[in-house]
């Protein structure tokens, strides 16, 4: 028998570890007493700058449409807080196999889907199944690790996963991993579809609210679920409606017909809000890279000289210190500079057109016109790729804007014949790890998911690997340091900035919990005033 080594952990440790939060013990989970959210009413609008062109939770992966997902849905374990604390959610426990290659999960008893029917094991084995059957969303995550028909129920509350190699990470991507009613979306199935149709837009989860209405064009509302295992959340309603334009869901908020919004926006507006005695502006520090991706795979970008041409093109000084009046941190690689594993000693590259003219002449590939997109509803995207175009042209570089909304973005960014030569997006925390930045965005095995650049570096993919396969973050930070120092003098993106969370809010709006795996959308614990 597989000896197994239990004992308390710390979020973010590796294999052999036992996490333990029983139901009754809601300390241990984050969740003390007076932090757990107390029936009332109320009602919340929120502004969000990406469309919610679906309700599938397994469809999407991204902090744009992430409310749907954190508010209708569970899953086995929860981000919480900053800084980011793994605690358990719909699991009890878990245990690691010595070779760190079987997660068992322990599930709590008695949770309740929105129709009354029991969460059980089945049901996450069928999500799991799910999640790599649709190959969208969370998909790329999962796919390397997870064989379909691996997952076993042991009972109706134990659920292993069998992972086809050791995993550092596992535990800390099982947020990712939302728990659907299988029972609902098989009989909703057609054809074999794993019932996406019916599901984009309809309601199988099991979270603090329930979906009542939902439109493409204008976004969701959900009602407060009642029997939820924590209790009943603060508000009695969410209504997160899609509102594109940066001065419209300002205006809207300093009205009050809105009561929260994207925190991401112009430092002007920030300002603006920041002098408003209704408003609450909460800054937090952020792990949110912002950089701009370049196709590996699509000449002239294959050249490593062109790419460096490319990163002497961007003016880093005057976009932190001008345009973003200093409200963001220079973050010259792939990992943010508070995350453990970030070397210090980078230097990236400077704002320097004669350095950007000198590689140019070393490019054997022919020179074209390239496309830089920026993203509709994140003005900051659109602004980067502006400001980056004045700086190719100076080089003497030909280049056309193209702006498109998150959803677009989103769909040909898994599609390498369709992706833009370049994109300026932010690469969001999903799991407080290095590896959610250097392996997301560098590794070949995430083509089509994290990896928009098609970045590939046989080096880079052997040093991601290794880091995997330890638990220990000693061993492993100075593999991602290694990493971060390969792909900067690559050239394998443009890395820019790490940002700040500046979470508007009305003052009436109490409550909120930022966790940067979320940016602050989990409206179960706020309450209005």
């Given at each position: 028998?597989?000896?197994?080594?239990?004992?308390?952990?710390?979020?973010?440790?590796?294999?052999?570890?036992?996490?333990?939060?029983?139901?009754?013990?809601?300390?241990?989970?984050?969740?003390?007493?007076?932090?757990?959210?107390?029936?009332?009413?109320?009602?919340?609008?929120?502004?969000?700058?990406?469309?919610?062109?679906?309700?599938?939770?397994?469809?999407?992966?991204?902090?744009?449409?992430?409310?749907?997902?954190?508010?209708?849905?569970?899953?086995?374990?929860?981000?919480?807080?900053?800084?980011?604390?793994?605690?358990?959610?719909?699991?009890?426990?878990?245990?690691?196999?010595?070779?760190?290659?079987?997660?068992?999960?322990?599930?709590?008893?008695?949770?309740?889907?929105?129709?009354?029917?029991?969460?059980?094991?089945?049901?996450?084995?069928?999500?799991?199944?799910?999640?790599?059957?649709?190959?969208?969303?969370?998909?790329?995550?999962?796919?390397?690790?997870?064989?379909?028909?691996?997952?076993?129920?042991?009972?109706?509350?134990?659920?292993?996963?069998?992972?086809?190699?050791?995993?550092?990470?596992?535990?800390?991507?099982?947020?990712?991993?939302?728990?659907?009613?299988?029972?609902?979306?098989?009989?909703?199935?057609?054809?074999?579809?794993?019932?996406?149709?019916?599901?984009?837009?309809?309601?199988?989860?099991?979270?603090?609210?329930?979906?009542?209405?939902?439109?493409?064009?204008?976004?969701?509302?959900?009602?407060?679920?009642d029997q939820h295992f924590l209790g009943a959340a603060g508000l009695q309603e969410i209504d997160f409606r899609y509102v594109a334009e940066v001065n419209s869901r300002v205006l809207g908020l300093v009205r009050g017909d809105f009561q929260g919004t994207d925190p991401y926006m112009?430092?002007?507006?920030?300002?603006?809000?920041?002098?408003?005695?209704?408003?609450?502006?909460?800054?937090?520090?952020?792990?949110?890279?912002?950089?701009?991706?370049?196709?590996?795979?699509?000449?002239?970008?294959?050249?490593?000289?062109?790419?460096?041409?490319?990163?002497?093109?961007?003016?880093?000084?005057?976009?932190?210190?001008?345009?973003?009046?200093?409200?963001?941190?220079?973050?010259?690689?792939?990992?943010?500079?508070?995350?453990?594993?970030?070397?210090?000693?980078?230097?990236?590259?400077?704002?320097?057109?004669?350095?950007?003219?000198?590689?140019?002449?070393?490019?054997?590939?022919?020179?074209?016109?390239?496309?830089?997109?920026?993203?509709?509803?994140?003005?900051?995207?659109?602004?980067?790729?502006?400001?980056?175009?004045?700086?190719?042209?100076?080089?003497?570089?030909?280049?056309?804007?193209?702006?498109?909304?998150?959803?677009?973005?989103?769909?040909?960014?898994?599609?390498?014949?369709?992706?833009?030569?370049?994109?300026?997006?932010?690469?969001?925390?999903?799991?407080?790890?290095?590896?959610?930045?250097?392996?997301?965005?560098?590794?070949?095995?995430?083509?089509?998911?994290?990896?928009?650049?098609?970045?590939?570096?046989?080096?880079?993919?052997?040093?991601?690997?290794?880091?995997?396969?330890?638990?220990?973050?000693?061993?492993?930070?100075?593999?991602?340091?290694?990493?971060?120092?390969?792909?900067?003098?690559?050239?394998?993106?443009?890395?820019?900035?790490?940002?700040?969370?500046?979470?508007?809010?009305?003052?009436?709006?109490?409550?909120?919990?930022?966790?940067?795996?979320?940016?602050?959308?989990?409206?179960?614990?706020?309450?209005?005033?």
């Open positions: 028998m597989e000896q197994r080594r239990e004992h308390a952990v710390p979020a973010g440790t590796g294999r052999r570890d036992l996490l333990k939060a029983a139901a009754a013990g809601t300390a241990m989970m984050g969740l003390p007493g007076a932090a757990l959210a107390q029936r009332g009413g109320g009602r919340i609008v929120f502004a969000n700058g990406s469309a919610f062109d679906t309700m599938d939770p397994h469809a999407t992966f991204d902090v744009g449409r992430v409310a749907y997902r954190l508010n209708l849905y569970d899953g086995l374990m929860r981000w919480l807080d900053n800084p980011p604390k793994l605690e358990p959610w719909l699991a009890e426990s878990y245990t690691v196999s010595d070779d760190g290659k079987q997660y068992v999960f322990k599930l709590r008893a008695g949770v309740k889907f929105h129709d009354g029917t029991d969460l059980t094991a089945e049901d996450v084995v069928y999500s799991m199944d799910r999640i790599l059957a649709v190959k969208k969303g969370a998909y790329p995550l999962f796919a390397p690790l997870i064989e379909p028909g691996s997952t076993k129920a042991r009972d109706r509350l134990t659920v292993e996963f069998n992972l086809k190699e050791a995993s550092a990470i596992f535990a800390a991507i099982t947020h990712d991993i939302y728990i659907v009613n299988s029972a609902l979306v098989k009989r909703n199935e057609k054809d074999g579809d794993w019932g996406q149709e019916w599901i984009a837009r309809n309601d199988a989860g099991s979270g603090s609210y329930i979906l009542r209405r939902f439109d493409p064009a204008r976004g969701f509302l959900a009602q407060r679920y112009p430092q002007d507006q920030i300002t603006r809000l920041q002098g408003d005695a209704n408003m609450n502006i909460m800054e937090a520090e952020s792990t949110r890279l912002f950089y701009a991706t370049m196709h590996h795979q699509r000449p002239p970008f294959t050249d490593a000289n062109f790419r460096k041409a490319v990163c002497h093109c961007f003016d880093y000084d005057g976009w932190i210190n001008n345009i973003l009046g200093g409200s963001v941190v220079r973050n010259t690689q792939v990992i943010p500079n508070p995350m453990w594993g970030a070397p210090k000693d980078v230097v990236g590259y400077t704002y320097d057109i004669d350095k950007a003219k000198w590689y140019l002449q070393r490019v054997q590939a022919p020179l074209r016109e390239i496309t830089v997109a920026g993203m509709v509803g994140y003005e900051q995207s659109m602004q980067a790729a502006a400001l980056l175009q004045n700086g190719l042209s100076r080089a003497g570089i030909q280049s056309r804007l193209l702006n498109e909304p998150w959803p677009v973005v989103s769909n040909k960014m898994r599609d390498p014949e369709q992706m833009y030569d370049m994109l300026f997006l932010w690469r969001s925390t999903y799991y407080a790890d290095p590896h959610n930045w250097a392996g997301e965005i560098l590794a070949s095995n995430r083509h089509r998911g994290g990896n928009a650049s098609y970045y590939t570096n046989p080096e880079v993919d052997r040093l991601l690997a290794e880091a995997l396969a330890v638990p220990d973050q000693a061993r492993r930070a100075p593999l991602y340091e290694q990493v971060a120092r390969i792909s900067s003098e690559d050239a394998a993106c443009v890395f820019i900035h790490n940002t700040k969370w500046y979470g508007p809010f009305r003052k009436n709006v109490q409550g909120v919990r930022f966790c940067p795996i979320g940016d602050g959308q989990e409206m179960r614990w706020l309450r209005i005033t």
